[in-house]
Structure formats: structure tokens, C-alpha cells
């Protein structure tokens, strides 16, 4: 049920969407390099991605013995969103790049709304078709909310239907999390490994930022804190982005530019969860 508008109206969110995933290889190959086979490190990796659902879907093909720390791991850092990020956005970013206005976004056609989920879920089945079903899912619920001739439908996906998924979800996930798969210290791996991959997420999305911004002209500038919301945590990650860049610029408005990358995120996150299982399912 995302809104894909701000993402739309400025295609350049992809990059910074794309660039935040880093953290998703990066660390597949240091959970590897710790003794975790291909596949639990895989999904391991998707951590980064700060993307629950994901995150469970690629766990529960590769790896189904982790997936109750890694659902705690996942769900914990998207809830952490407003501690872990923002001291690396400051660490990252000079007060003067923190304080950079946007323009104001165009605005976004009806056609163009109801378009990009259908050529997007196209060309990704296409290119990659183990990430449909999480692709295929995505672009069906936006696709629902804007056509605007399924209200009914769209209104039960936004509210009954998701909160009985997120019951029997919890429920199923929580049942996996016995004793012994959870209390030990490949647990306590997972969790450290997590907090890796989430933060190299975010540093990726504003370290593009901040090169795309030497061939940018100087009204294009992009602020780097909106590359932070690369990882997939919506909308919180957005509102991160805009309350760091008010803090040094109170008349500023991220949160629009934000949702740009954090919405991308979401797609590439699916995209890289679909990569791995190719590679690893």
C-alpha cells in the first residue's frame, strides 16, 4: 500500500534505494567468512535490508532453522531505526550538507501512479522471477490503492486482512523460537551481524548521496541525510532523514524527498532477497 509518487517524480531515489543494500552483500560474506554456511548467511545478510516480511520469505526458504533470530533481529533494528541512524548520518555529513533544501517535488499523474507497478513487476519477474512473489505482492497492493475501482478490497488489505496476517505471522515465527534455537551464542551472532548490515546500509545510501552530489549544479543538489532512508524500514526511516536535516535547518522538508529512497529500498531489498535465492535456494 506504499506510495510510490515521491520515487516517481524523482527516478535518482533508485540509486540511492540501490546503494543502501550494500549492506546486504557485505555482510553475506562476512557471516560466511565467520563459519555460517551459504544459506544461513544469506539470510543473515537480508538483515540489512530492514525489511520484515522479506526478511522471513528468504529466511524460511534458505534457512528455516534461524528464522526466529533472525525475525527478533529484523524487527529490532527496524524499531532501533531512530537510534541506530542518526549518529552515522552525522558522522558521514558536514553541517552544510545537512542543511541543503531540495526542490519541491513535481507532481505525479494518475497514469503514471498505475503504470509503474505493472512495468516494474514485469520487468523484475523477467529479469529475476524467484523475487516475484515479494515483487508481485508489493506492486499488486499499490497497484490496489491507486487504480482507485477497488476501495472496498483495498481498505480490507490496509486494515483486516493485514492484521490477521500479522497475528498468525507472529504466532508461527514465535513458535520457532524455541529454547534451543534461540538461546545460544549463534544467536547473539546473528544479532551483532544485524546491527552490521543496517549500518552499512544506511552509510552506503548517504555516501552515494554525497558523491552523486559532485555532478549534481548546485540547485540539484541532493541532501545526503535522504539516502539514509535507502534502507527499508517505511516510513520511519523517512522521518529520521527529516527530523537530522531540521535540526540543522529548521525551515527544511525532507520527508517527501525521503520517502523516494525509502520506498526503493523496499524494491531492492526484494530484488537482493530474490538474488540470493537464486544464488543459494
Known amino acids: 500500500m506504499t506510495d510510490f509518487g515521491p520515487l516517481i517524480a524523482n527516478p535518482k531515489s533508485f540509486l540511492l534505494g540501490a546503494a543502501a543494500q550494500i549492506g546486504i552483500f557485505a555482510t553475506f560474506l562476512g557471516a560466511y567468512a565467520l563459519g555460517f554456511t551459504p544459506t544461513q548467511a544469506g539470510s543473515i545478510g537480508i538483515i540489512g535490508g530492514a525489511d520484515g516480511p522479506t526478511a522471513i520469505y528468504l529466511t524460511s526458504m534458505l534457512s528455516p532453522e534461524l528464522l526466529g533470530p533472525i525475525a527478533v533481529a529484523a524487527y529490532s533494528y527496524m524499531a532501533l531505526v531512530p537510534v541506530i541512524q542518526p549518529p552515522i548520518m552525522r558522522a558521514l555529513t558536514t553541517k552544510q550538507e545537512r542543511a541543503?533544501?531540495?526542490?519541491?517535488?513535481?507532481?505525479v499523474s494518475k497514469t503514471e501512479r498505475i503504470l509503474f507497478p505493472l512495468i516494474i513487476a514485469v520487468i523484475i519477474a523477467?529479469?529475476?522471477?524467484?523475487?516475484?512473489?515479494?515483487?508481485?505482492?508489493?506492486?499488486?497492493?499499490n497497484l490496489m490503492k491507486e487504480c482507485g475501482v477497488v476501495d472496498r478490497l483495498s481498505k480490507?488489505?490496509?486494515?483486516?486482512?493485514?492484521?490477521?496476517?500479522?497475528?498468525?505471522l507472529g504466532i508461527t515465527v514465535g513458535a520457532?523460537?524455541?529454547?534451543?534455537?534461540?538461546?545460544?551464542?549463534?544467536?547473539?551472532?546473528?544479532?551483532?551481524?544485524?546491527?552490521?548490515?543496517?549500518?552499512m546500509?544506511?552509510?552506503?545510501?548517504?555516501?552515494?548521496?554525497?558523491?552523486?552530489n559532485l555532478f549534481c549544479k548546485e540547485e540539484n543538489k541532493i541532501n545526503p541525510l535522504i539516502g539514509s532512508a535507502g534502507v527499508s524500514a517505511v516510513p520511519m526511516a523517512a522521518r529520521v532523514s527529516q527530523t537530522e536535516g531540521q535540526k540543522e535547518n529548521p525551515g527544511n522538508y525532507l520527508l517527501m524527498h525521503a520517502m523516494g529512497p525509502n520506498v526503493a529500498g523496499v524494491v531492492g531489498s526484494a530484488v537482493a532477497a530474490g538474488i540470493l535465492l537464486s544464488f543459494l535456494g
Do not use: Y
Open 176 to 199: 520457532t523460537a524455541t529454547a534451543e534455537a534461540f538461546l545460544n551464542f549463534r544467536t547473539l551472532g546473528i544479532l551483532v551481524l544485524g546491527v552490521v548490515a543496517f549500518s
Open 100 to 107: 541543503i533544501k531540495m526542490r519541491t517535488l513535481r507532481t
Open 201 to 212: 546500509g544506511t552509510a552506503g545510501g548517504v555516501l552515494l548521496a554525497k558523491l552523486m
Open 156 to 168: 480490507t488489505v490496509q486494515n483486516e486482512l493485514m492484521n490477521i496476517v500479522v497475528i498468525f
Open 126 to 141: 523477467l529479469l529475476l522471477p524467484s523475487a516475484a512473489p515479494l515483487i508481485g505482492c508489493l506492486m499488486l497492493g
